[in-house]
């Protein structure tokens, strides 16, 4: 049989969240399945077991009579390096990677299908949202990852001003066209946009489709969420240095957030806080605009503190990997000293 996709998925202490996943995809084959009158579905799934203590061998053996799967172990080394694994092993003209904190909507393989069409795409991604399912918190989180007004709405939710840069938890590139440019790097964080930096660097062509989005559960609280945005904010020095240029301004805006927080601290020991009315406006818009975006009052009430979070997050993680290079002189594999999945 054929095989156009091979879904390569990497887990760490995660099998509830990679059993909603699989169970998303035997939906979809389900659907297709209908739709082909029985025909064979056209991809595989390789899950990448990377060290975990938690295993999510017997999750891929609940689904192995139903959907292609293969499960894979190896010693923790992270997930660019769980992906890379997959991809050794991967039956499929496309590779497509997805977190195992995703879930699959329906209609994703045909919006990717119809992108495809003319044969021009190298590599693609598509957006996020939040399931109506998922918590207050989580409906905040995405909010604050995809709104404008936080600089999330930079990461793809849509078309973009300048090149389109395909992030891992939905990722699709020419499995020849991967192992062209060696697959994903060593990097700790950083290494989605590494990769689609070098694709572009090698002349192939990348894409955003719009309709070909997941469900995407993030983090489950404020401070993992703060971890997160402060890793990337870290990686953004790191790859500007690897790829000059590809750092923007807006890029810089919330490590300029963080600096007039500051400034409006030291106010308050000057004169009253004058400096926190645009601080309060701010929390209002992000307060109306959660609403207008979520539809629900708890995830908009928890929308102000979700985008300070990634605001602040992401720009001290900035400043802190600017220091450790530029100041310091820290060579920039070792900007990044803690480990994975924190």
Same mark, same amino acid.
């Given at each position: 049989? *054929? ?9 760490? =202490?995660?099998?509830?969240? $990679?059993? &909603?996943?699989? !169970? ?6 389900? !659907? ?37 799967? +293969?499960?894979?172990?190896? &010693? ?8 890379? +694994? #997959?991809?050794?092993?991967?039956? #499929?003209?496309?590779?497509? %990677? ?20 003319? #044969? ?5 991604? #598509? ?30 939710? /849509?078309?973009?001003?300048? /090149? ?5 938890? =939905?990722?699709?590139?020419?499995? *020849? ?30 894409? $955003? ?21 402060? =890793? ?28 007039? @927080? ?18 309060? @406006? ?8 959660? %609403? ?23 720009? *001290? ?13 820290? =060579? ?7 480990? %994975?999945?924190?």
């Amino acid at each position: 049989m *054929t095989i156009r996709y091979s879904i390569i998925i990497p887990v760490y =202490n995660r099998p509830d969240e $990679l059993k &909603e996943l699989l !169970e998303s995809l035997f939906v979809l084959k389900k !659907e297709r399945s209908a739709v082909d009158s029985g025909q064979p579905v056209d991809w595989e799934i390789i899950v990448v077991e990377d060290g975990s203590t938690v295993r999510s061998e017997e999750i891929c053996t609940e689904f192995a009579n139903a959907l292609d799967v +293969t499960y894979v172990y190896q &010693e923790n080394a992270g997930p660019a390096a769980a992906r890379n +694994t #997959g991809s050794r092993s991967a039956r #499929g003209e496309w590779l497509i %990677f997805f977190d195992s904190d995703c879930i699959i909507p329906q209609g994703y393989f045909d919006a990717v299908n119809e992108a495809l069409r003319d #044969g021009s795409i190298d590599f693609f991604g #598509g957006p996020d949202r939040a399931s109506a399912e998922f918590s207050a918190t989580q409906k905040a989180i995405d909010y604050a990852m995809t709104s404008f007004l936080t600089t999330g709405g930079i990461r793809g939710g /849509r078309r973009k001003l300048d /090149r389109y840069y395909p992030r891992s938890f =939905n990722k699709g590139v020419r499995k *020849t066209a991967f192992e062209d440019v060696g697959g994903f790097s060593g990097l700790r964080f950083g290494e989605d946009l590494d990769l689609s930096m070098r694709l572009m660097k090698a002349g192939y062509h990348s894409v $955003l489709i719009e309709d070909a989005w997941v469900y995407h559960k993030r983090r489950t609280d404020l401070k993992k969420f703060f971890k997160q945005v402060y =890793n990337s904010g870290m990686a953004r020095v790191v790859l500007n240095r690897l790829h000059p240029g590809t750092m923007k301004l807006v890029h810089l805006l919330p490590s300029v957030f963080v600096i007039y @927080i500051l400034a409006a601290l030291v106010s308050l020991f000057i004169s009253p806080g004058v400096m926190w009315y645009p601080v309060g @406006i701010l929390v209002l818009i992000l307060f109306i605009d959660g %609403f207008r975006s979520t539809g629900s009052p708890e995830a908009a009430l928890l929308a102000p503190p979700a985008g300070i979070v990634q605001l602040c997050g992401y720009g *001290t993680g900035l400043v802190h990997a600017f220091i450790l290079i530029h100041v310091l002189g820290r =060579n920039k594999a070792s900007a990044f000293e803690e480990t %994975f999945y924190k």
